[in-house]
């Protein structure tokens, strides 16, 4: 299985690229890193970056939060699968609904936004759930 960059565009508002994923186990899936594009990619899917989206969070709970919640909310991201993931945030949200509100409820509402990349095989998870690749494409296209 293979994963690589195939195009980029930028503009004032957002930072586009598109990375195609092929295995040979599975069809190819294109996921796009920014604001997604539906008129010119009808099949793409949208990943938002994961530590962008946990950075986010620091917005909806108190400066003095319990870092555990926070630590176990990025746990969730070692999953092998997106049931996995999802049972967990269940259990995660029961355990911090009562302490942050705001928090959970904006989780629930955004955090699948988060995990397009458990679409990929297992091995591309690492690198395709942040924007790490194309944070360095672009430093070095720069």
Request: charged fraction near 25%; proline fraction near 3%; hydrophobic fraction near 35%.
């Amino acid at each position: 299985a293979r994963a690589a960059v195939v195009g980029r565009r930028s503009s004032a508002d957002s930072v586009t690229a598109v990375c195609t994923v092929s295995s040979t186990s599975s069809a190819t899936t294109t996921m796009v890193y920014g604001a997604p594009s539906k008129e010119v990619l009808a099949e793409s899917v949208w990943q938002r970056c994961y530590v962008h989206f946990l950075r986010n969070a620091l917005d909806h709970i108190p400066r003095k939060a319990d870092d555990d919640c926070l630590q176990e909310l990025r746990w969730l991201y070692d999953r092998r699968n997106v049931d996995e993931a999802r049972t967990d945030l269940a259990a995660w949200i029961g355990r911090w609904q009562a302490k942050y509100p705001k928090l959970t409820d904006w989780v629930e509402e955004n955090i699948e936004q988060t995990w397009t990349f458990y679409r990929l095989p297992l091995a591309h998870h690492k690198h395709m759930k942040s924007t790490n690749m194309l944070e360095r494409l672009n430093e070095k296209i720069s």
